[in-house]
C-alpha cells in the first residue's frame, strides 16, 4: 500500500537558517503530493502542493519538488522565521482510487530568536 | 466564506460516557473525512463520508465508533462508551469533490477529547 516517510523531528534551528524536511514516498500510481502544516492548538493547512513529477510548489518561502526518479518531495526554505515553528506532515493522494489522503508522522521544527 | 467549524473544541468525558463530536464542512463541499491523532504520532485517518452515505470506514475501530452525515446539519462522528484510550485529538476535513486526487483537504481546529 501506500506509504509515507518523514525524517523524524523535532528540527531546532535558528531564526535565518536554512530548512530542509526530508520525505520520501511509495506509491502504485502517480500521486499528488502535498506538505501541510499545524501551527499549535490547531487544524492542519495546506502549505504547497505537487500534481506531477518535476512540479515545484512554493508558498510562503517553502518549496518542494516532486522528483519521481527517487520518490521524493523535500521541503525547503532558505531562511527560517520564528513563526514557522509548527508541525509539517507529507503526504500523498493517488488518483484511480477513493484519494483518501496518506500522511506522515509529521516533523516538529522549532526556530529559535 | 466560514471555514471548517468542528464542536466542542474541548470535550472531558468520564470512562463509559458517551462522546459527540460535530464538523460542519466548507459551504460547498459535500465529502467529509475524520482523523485521529495521538500525541507524538501523526494523523490517523478513520473514515470518509458524503452526504447520507458512509464511504470508507476502513480506519475506524468496529465497535463503539459510529460517524454519520445526514441531510441536513453537521456530520457527527460518536464514540460510545469511551475509555482511557480513547483520548486523542480528532479532526474533522473537507473537500469539494471526488474525482480530483489533486484536490487539497480544508481542516477544521479539531476536537481534543479527555477522557478521565
Known amino acids: 500500500g501506500d506509504s509515507v516517510t518523514q525524517m523524524e523531528g523535532p528540527v531546532t534551528l535558528s531564526e535565518e537558517a536554512f530548512l530542509t524536511i526530508n520525505c520520501t514516498y511509495t506509491?502504485?500510481?502517480?500521486?499528488?503530493l502535498f506538505w501541510y502544516v499545524q501551527y499549535p492548538g490547531e487544524g492542519l493547512q495546506l502549505l504547497l502542493k505537487?500534481?506531477?513529477?518535476?512540479d515545484k510548489g512554493s508558498n510562503k518561502g517553502f518549496e518542494a519538488t516532486y522528483r519521481k526518479e527517487t520518490t521524493s518531495f523535500h521541503l525547503e526554505k532558505g531562511s527560517v522565521q520564528v513563526s514557522d515553528s509548527a508541525v509539517y506532515f507529507c503526504?500523498?493522494?493517488?488518483?484511480?482510487?477513493?484519494?483518501?489522503?496518506?500522511f506522515g508522522r509529521g516533523t516538529s521544527l522549532i526556530v529559535h530568536p | 466564506n466560514a471555514g471548517v467549524m468542528q464542536n466542542p473544541r474541548h470535550l472531558v468525558r468520564r470512562r463509559g460516557q458517551e462522546a459527540r463530536l460535530r464538523c460542519s464542512p466548507m459551504?460547498?463541499?459535500?465529502?467529509v473525512y475524520w482523523y485521529r491523532q495521538l500525541p507524538e504520532e501523526g494523523l490517523k485517518f478513520m473514515v470518509y463520508?458524503?452526504?447520507?452515505?458512509?464511504?470508507?470506514e476502513s480506519g475506524m475501530p468496529k465497535e463503539r465508533f459510529s460517524a454519520e452525515f445526514p441531510k441536513e446539519g453537521p456530520s457527527i462522528l460518536r464514540i460510545q462508551q469511551v475509555v482511557r484510550g480513547d483520548s486523542a485529538a480528532y479532526f474533522c476535513?473537507?473537500?469539494?469533490?471526488?474525482?480530483?486526487?489533486?484536490?487539497?483537504?480544508?481542516f477544521g481546529p479539531g476536537t481534543r477529547l479527555t477522557v478521565l
Open positions: 476535513a473537507s473537500s469539494p469533490n471526488l474525482g480530483a486526487a489533486q484536490q487539497e483537504q480544508f
Open positions: 506509491a502504485t500510481g502517480y500521486p499528488s
Open positions: 505537487a500534481t506531477k513529477a518535476d
Open positions: 503526504a500523498l493522494s493517488e488518483s484511480g482510487g477513493s484519494y483518501i489522503p496518506t
Open positions: 459551504k460547498g463541499h459535500s465529502h
Open positions: 463520508l458524503q452526504k447520507e452515505n458512509i464511504i470508507d
